[in-house]
């Protein structure tokens, strides 16, 4: 099942649309100092090397940067790294990189019985899984202490904890991961004019001082909105390169 929805998801991300549009508002928060923020901006990501010009709404300043938090095609199942920051005055910047897409080669075999593993996790099915075709089916996803214990920066690595797969599309309906400093980042996914793509992200860590000395939890939560899929670039910095 879980060998299934990677190739999918790898698969209709190699047919994304070629530019995106969209607005995106992200609630930023650190709730013991009693701080928080709300960032909206509008997005135009082009989706083959996720060059986006971003612009802090109502009237804010305008960048050339990647599709702000996490571009809206990018596939949650792929290895990948997550780079992000918050500064004092809960503004923030983010960004997948390094995306590799997960893939399975289909197993030809005169056996009865064909196992393919899973060679960083143990897999299993949720109580609230269903195998009904309107429903999701829930896989749960624990590292073998092998792999942890392989881990150079345990505290900013994460791993998939949970997958939802809409049984009808054979496609991931969210993704969940969780680590080291109470991290936990959640992508969910939803079909757009036949476009699998984010429409909500969260993420939160908890951020340590020097030496680990002070603490300070962040979450950021964003909803994602007001696509629109244009042909050509809808800004001349997208133009690809002739």
Known sequence: MFQHCANTAAAIIGQAPPFV?????????APSIGKQRDVIRGVMVRTSDDIAVVQDLPQGAN????GFPVTPDF????????????????EMSSYVHDVQPLTYKAVQSDADVVVVRLHQYRVGY?????????????????????????????DSTF????????NASGLPAEIRYAGGDDITFVVDYAM?????LINHAHYEETLHGP??????????DAVYDQFSFPAQAPDPRLKPAT
């Open 192 to 196: 757009l004019e036949g476009h699998w």
């Open 211 to 220: 030496l680990h000395i002070g603490s300070l939890h962040i979450i950021a």
């Open 21 to 29: 549009t969209y607005r995106v508002s992200t609630h930023v928060s």
């Open 75 to 90: 596939d949650a199942l792929s290895n990948f790294t997550l780079s992000w920051k918050v500064g004092a005055h809960m």
């Open 126 to 154: 949720a109580p609230d899984s269903s195998d009904d075709q309107t429903g999701k089916t829930h896989l749960t996803l624990e590292p073998y202490d092998f792999v942890k214990r392989e881990v150079v920066r345990p």
């Open 159 to 166: 791993f998939l904890s949970d997958v939802y797969i809409d």
């Open 63 to 66: 960048q050339l940067a990647h």
